[in-house]
Nanobody, 126 residues
Framework: QVQLVESGGGSVQAGGSLSLSCAAS????????MAWFRQALGKEREGVAC????????AYADSVKGRFTISQDNSKNTLYLQIHSLKPEDTAMYYC???????????????????WGQGTQVTVSS
């Protein structure tokens, strides 16, 4: 089993930046892909970024390319998401996810992830 705990969300003004973290614990050696998803109120969940643990290859959804950066610190078993130039439409609950399977496509995470965190809220005001 793998446990994921997100942190770093908050309320910011448009144009600002935020850094989210996801601490992983448990059988983390089995994980090959980690990702960030978001879900706005009344909308479907959207995969925004993913990263392969072995080589840090990353992919992003078109909607966030150039503004979001996913990274990892294997020594701390922590995943990060840096968000720049925040927009009101970035307002959502952000979730960290992990899976044993390689689930990074050319435009972000693909398929169904096994492990999920509880989410951290990001609210962007105009």
């Amino acid at each position: 089993q793998v446990q994921l705990v997100e942190s770093g969300g908050g309320s910011v003004q448009a144009g600002g930046s935020l850094s989210l973290s996801c601490a992983a614990s448990g059988v983390t050696a089995s994980i090959n892909t980690m990702a960030w998803f978001r879900q706005a109120l009344g909308k479907e969940r959207e995969g925004v970024a993913c990263i392969y643990i072995d080589n840090s290859a990353a992919a992003y959804a078109d909607s966030v390319k150039g503004r979001f950066t996913i990274s990892q610190d294997n020594s701390k078993n922590t995943l990060y998401l840096q968000i720049h130039s925040l927009k009101p439409e970035d307002t959502a609950m952000y979730y960290c996810a992990a899976d044993r399977v390689f689930r990074c496509g050319s435009s972000g995470p693909v398929g169904s992830f096994t492990y999920w965190g509880q989410g951290t809220q990001v609210t962007v005001s105009s």
